[in-house]
């Protein structure tokens, strides 16, 4: 009879509820401490991230979990789970130049130029740009925004490894390695461009130097390409003295972006890195035309141009996203790294402890610099239908103890090393600081191989490693 009145008390709770089929994932992360970076700038404790393909598909409390089954599930034990930070500005392939004449004044016609002019080659590209993948993933950025020369091998490496990324073939007046001229650098621009308008993951654009590396018929000819091929264009803007001084002789004493405006190269397709040397005016005409600002404080620091008024920019609706410059401005790629000065710096230059709070520097390194791409509509904030690129931090580090606020503890305590995994597109590339994408050792065996010639030909012409 007990058994009877067991099987019976078993069909009257099926009836009362109904069975529950979990909703098929392929990533669950649990127990972390989300940093939305949505419109409310939501953080959730306990909470839950869903992937399914390459797309987030829910974010939650701990209780979203019990929803989904997936054959990969994170546990991360309250560390920080936030979106992949985006770094607006670079020249990858130049980690293998890192390092060299760090302190040498006007060093870009100096230093750089000459030392291009010897060793970029595809595989100085190839070898410097797998170095730069390895870093970006180990230190949190998931996609970046590069100007480089032979940006196809640039792109081959970033499909190999899985970031996601920006890729702008430079323009410059002068021969370089993959251009006798401007008008050649537009032609591989343009076959560039076409070959790669269709990856789900890289973006091909124009790259012009800068406003006086270049005559104002490529500039407009730029601008005009972009818009037809509906790509973004990135330049070096009101970063030099020298740009400062050439232009106005140029015009007749206008600034740079003046300039830019005036022939019709200004619009929401550019992507202006530094930004530093702009008054009011300036910053009217980048509000008015809708152009992106990569703010780059380590290499402005370190070259000591300045400090672009990024607080004022911001004030005024401008878009600013974070970069960090080549490898050789900066000696980083670790967007990560460049919060704390943001932070601090600004500060000082305002002369005011409250300027660009913690979680105003977070939202330029996230959705802020997804808006300086126009992909604020896919990246940047961890929300259902975006794209699931991702990363965790770890929290149990000494230098992240005790944490009472996780803007904070970004801005002011994290480093690179503190990034724990790296998900883009929904594919883990990093777990446990291991990279499951590439083989790290071989790849900076191949960068320290490479550094030898760079080292042979630097003595060779006379200048001294410091």
């Known amino acids: 009879m007990s058994l009877l009145k067991s099987l019976l008390a078993i069909s009257i709770i099926s009836a009362s509820f109904p069975s529950f089929s979990a909703i098929p994932a392929d990533t669950i992360i649990v127990d972390g401490t989300i940093l939305t970076m949505d419109a409310k700038k939501q953080v959730i404790d306990h909470g839950t991230v869903v992937i399914k393909g390459n797309k987030i598909i829910a974010v939650g409390g701990p209780e979203l979990a019990q929803n989904y089954q997936a054959p990969n599930v994170l546990n991360v034990n309250g560390d920080i789970v936030m979106p992949g930070l985006i770094n607006t500005h670079t020249h990858a392939s130049m980690t293998v130049f890192r390092s060299l004449a760090d302190d040498v004044p006007d060093r870009l016609h100096r230093y750089i130029f000459p030392l291009e002019n010897k ?53 410059i007046q002068f021969p370089v390695a993959d251009a006798k001229n401007a008008d050649e650098g537009i032609d591989y621009a343009v076959n560039f461009i076409n070959q790669y308008k269709d990856h789900p993951r890289i973006t091909p654009a124009f790259a012009p130097h800068a406003p006086y590396t270049n005559t104002t018929e490529h500039l407009q000819k730029i601008a005009k390409l972009s818009q037809e091929l509906n790509v973004p264009v990135m330049i070096h803007l009101a970063e030099t003295d020298r740009e400062q001084e050439e232009i106005a002789k140029r015009t007749g004493g206008k600034s740079p972006v003046q300039y830019m405006a005036d022939i019709g190269a200004l619009n929401n397709k550019v992507i202006a890195a530094h930004a530093i040397m702009v008054d009011e005016k300036d910053m009217d005409l980048l509000k008015q035309y809708d152009v992106g600002v990569a703010h780059n404080i380590s290499a402005n620091t370190k070259s000591a141009k300045g400090v672009a008024p990024v607080t004022t920019m911001l004030e005024k609706g401008i878009r600013v996203g974070l970069g960090t410059d080549g490898p050789m401005s900066s ?15 600004h500060k000082l230059a305002n002369k005011d402890r409250a300027a660009m709070p913690p979680v105003t520097v977070v939202e330029m390194a996230t959705i802020g610099s997804a808006r300086v791409l126009h992909m604020e509509d896919k990246l940047g904030s961890l929300e259902a239908g975006k794209l699931a690129d991702i990363i965790v931090i770890d929290t149990k580090s000494p230098n992240m103890v005790p944490m009472y606020s996780p803007y904070a ?40 191989d490479f550094a030898s010639k760079v080292r042979e030909t630097v003595v060779a012409s006379g200048e001294v490693v410091k």
């Open 119 to 171: 060793m970029v080659s595809r595989e100085m590209v190839r070898v410097g740009a797998n170095l730069a993948n390895i870093e970006m993933i180990k230190g949190g950025v998931t996609t970046y925004v590069d100007m480089y020369y032979f940006e196809d091998e640039v792109a081959k490496t970033v499909d190999k490894i899985g970031l996601r990324a920006v890729l702008g073939e430079s323009v």
């Open 409 to 448: 503890a970004l801005v002011y305590g994290a480093n690179g090393a503190n990034v724990r995994h790296t998900i883009v597109d929904g594919k883990v590339l990093m777990q446990d600081r291991k990279i499951l994408t590439a083989d790290e050792n071989t790849i900076i065996k191949e960068a320290q």
């Open 331 to 345: 000696n980083t790629l670790t967007t990560l790294n460049e919060l704390n000065l943001v932070g601090k710096i």
